[in-house]
T-cell receptor
């Protein structure tokens, strides 16, 4: 019940295309869903986050879509650029600060120039 | 504002030894979390400290321990090292906890021989 399942494990997209990464969770108590981006040799950095009171959140070329009934959320990267090549992690945690955050296993994204 | 710093950046140890890793959070941040990152398991939560108290703990053996000092700096200790402990150890800081933006350090890469 504590898992966050992320797919695909790796993804190759042409420049200008749409990159889509999916995550599924089981625990309905989760209410904070961030996405982190990690470049080689660096620590992860928050990209965008969503809470279940909205179904979609957009920041520039990055959009999170959230489906509460299906317990799924996804990251869409529009007009993908070579600079977006990185590893992406989804995560989930509960509103209670006394609980831990669970990360997906990551998606290695490569954008072809 | 200076980012999260971790020392050392690289470390080589042999089985059975112990190791201490250090993390200095962003000034004003009271929450420090530690993660283990491996290619197979992704990012796994180790523990979180807030105001010198361990608030959350992941599913790791007791060989993994940590502490936080009054200035919010944190240390992580691993005793009786095993080959499987080879990983990138990341720390992240935030104002209040994992329910908000966490700022990750560059990590300490530990190799156990």
């Amino acid at each position: 019940q504590q898992q966050v399942k992320q797919s695909p494990q790796s993804l190759i997209v042409q420049k200008g295309g749409i990159s889509i990464i999916n995550c599924a969770y089981e625990n309905t108590a989760f209410d904070y869903f961030p996405w982190y981006q990690q470049f080689p040799g660096k620590g992860p950095a928050l990209l965008i986050a969503i809470r279940p009171d909205v179904s979609e959140k957009k920041e520039g070329r990055f959009t999170i879509s959230f489906n509460k009934s299906a317990k799924q959320f996804s990251l869409h990267i529009m007009d993908s650029q070579p600079g977006d090549s990185a590893t992406y992690f989804c995560a989930a945690s509960k509103g209670n600060r006394d609980d831990k955050i669970i990360f997906g296993k990551g998606t290695r994204l490569h954008i072809l120039p | 504002k200076a980012g999260v710093t971790q020392t050392p950046r690289y470390l080589i140890k042999t089985r059975g030894q112990q190791v201490t890793l250090s993390c200095s959070p962003i000034s004003g941040h009271r929450s420090v979390s530690w993660y283990q990152q491996t290619p197979g398991q992704g990012l796994q939560f180790l523990f979180e400290y807030f105001s010198e108290t361990q608030r959350n703990k992941g599913n790791f053996p007791g060989r993994f321990s940590g502490r936080q000092f009054s200035n919010s700096r944190s240390e992580m200790n691993v005793s009786t090292l095993e080959l499987g402990d080879s990983a990138l150890y990341l720390c992240a800081s935030s104002l209040q906890g994992t329910q908000e933006t966490q700022y990750f350090g560059p990590g300490t890469r530990l190799l156990v021989l």
